[in-house]
């Protein structure tokens, strides 16, 4: 029998050590993997639970408007000076006078043709805007000295829905004034009574018209309100009850209105913060005064809009630093059309000259009169008092 020899097979220790370093290798990849997937799913548990909470935040109700003590607490911008240098920019006088004044320059005695005319004027002018402000009429029939007589106040508001309100203010009819028998053709057109404060507030709101839609856009708690009132002059001699037509049936209206809609303590007239009345603008060198401690720090706004832009260089034949607006100085208060706000308890800032014009109720009270500079000036403040107060 032939014997049958068996030899080993030769070992490779090189490719078991191989082998098992692999194997190795592939057990420290899979634990890296499970511990990434760990991670990764805490990682998406944590973002979920935070968005969760992100969004029951967003869900819960804002805070309800305090319309009385929001407006007590009310803090307005500072904006810097490149950005008001860029603001004032925007006031043109030519257009204030062209486009928004010179309409305004004729008679305009409530329920006239002349009235309507400028009533339409008003209604163009802020149609033309970006913004889109929310425009109404607020008309009556009232008795006066010359029987009923058909008032309209306009309403112009840049976001209804807004809490609380801005009101800036001027009345546009003009007063009755008998004609001079020496010269009959002449009339009564009331230029700094009240043809330019109309006119400032429409080159207000065009000048930032931009400005005022992109605040408005933010849905902010602090809107901007015009009212033009209608019969603010007296028809014979000025009483409580031949005066302040418009400003009386608009306090009263806005008085009636629930606001916010379906609230049941507060109306429109709580939701205005402030309440700036123009008026007797126009003539050179006008001083203003405070009439009211409760708006003194708005007043103090003033004061300091027209000191910043004197520094700035930014006011025309201005050669004092304030000039306009001076403190703790009384000069009594003024009957005007700010009465029926501030009787139901609305904060005044009443921006009139004082003492007033010497043309005052005259025929002589004419475009002649009107100080360029002056209005420019006034308006520029008034643009700055604006962005700080809306924080535009």
Not at 243 to 266: D, F, K, N, W
Not at 340 to 362: C, D, E
Request: hydrophobic share 40%; charged share 20%; glycine share 4%.
């Amino acid at each position: 029998m032939k014997s049958v020899r068996y030899r080993a097979a030769p070992v490779r220790w090189g490719n078991v050590a191989r082998c098992r370093c692999e194997q190795t290798w592939m057990c420290r990849v899979r634990l890296l993997l499970l511990c990434f997937c760990l991670l990764l799913a805490m990682t998406l548990t944590l973002a979920l639970s935070l968005s969760n909470h992100h969004t029951v935040y967003h869900d819960l109700p804002p805070r309800p408007p305090d319309l009385f003590k929001d407006k007590l607490t009310h803090q307005p911008g500072n904006p810097t000076v490149a950005h008001l240098k860029r603001l004032v920019s925007l006031v043109s006088w030519e257009r204030l006078w062209y486009a928004h004044l010179r309409p305004f320059l004729t008679e305009r005695q409530p329920g006239t043709r002349g009235n309507r005319a400028v009533r339409n004027h008003i209604f163009s002018r802020l149609d033309s805007l970006a913004a889109g402000w929310s425009v109404d009429v607020d008309s009556f029939i009232s008795e006066t000295p010359r029987g009923p007589i058909s008032f309209s106040n306009i309403l112009a508001v840049l976001d209804p829905t807004a809490p609380r309100r801005l009101l800036l203010a001027c009345h546009y009819d003009s007063k009755f004034i008998p004609a001079d028998p020496s010269e009959p053709h002449k009339v009564f057109i009331g230029a700094s009574d009240s043809a330019v404060p109309c006119a400032m507030m429409l080159e207000l709101v065009t000048a930032l018209d931009l400005h005022l839609k992109k605040h408005k856009q933010l849905m902010p708690r602090v809107t901007l309100q015009l009212a033009f009132f209608d019969g603010g002059e007296a028809f014979e001699q000025w009483s409580q009850t031949d005066s302040l037509y418009g400003s009386r049936h608009l306090a009263e209206y806005m008085s009636s209105i629930p606001h916010p809609v379906g609230a049941e303590q507060t109306t429109l007239i709580d939701a205005v913060d402030l309440l700036v009345l123009l008026d007797l603008i126009g003539a050179p060198d006008p001083m203003f005064v405070n009439h009211f401690e409760n708006t003194a720090r708005w007043f103090d706004r003033l004061i300091a809009a027209e000191k910043r832009l004197h520094d700035m260089g930014q006011l025309s034949s201005h050669p004092k630093e304030q000039s306009y607006f001076v403190k703790d100085l009384n000069m009594g208060p003024v009957e005007d059309d700010h009465l029926p706000f501030l009787q139901k308890g609305v904060p005044v800032l009443h921006m009139i000259a004082t003492p007033f014009p010497s043309f005052l109720h005259t025929l002589e009270d004419t475009a002649d009169k009107i100080h360029r500079h002056t209005v420019e000036n006034l308006t520029k403040v008034l643009v700055v008092f604006l962005a700080e107060y809306l924080r535009l």
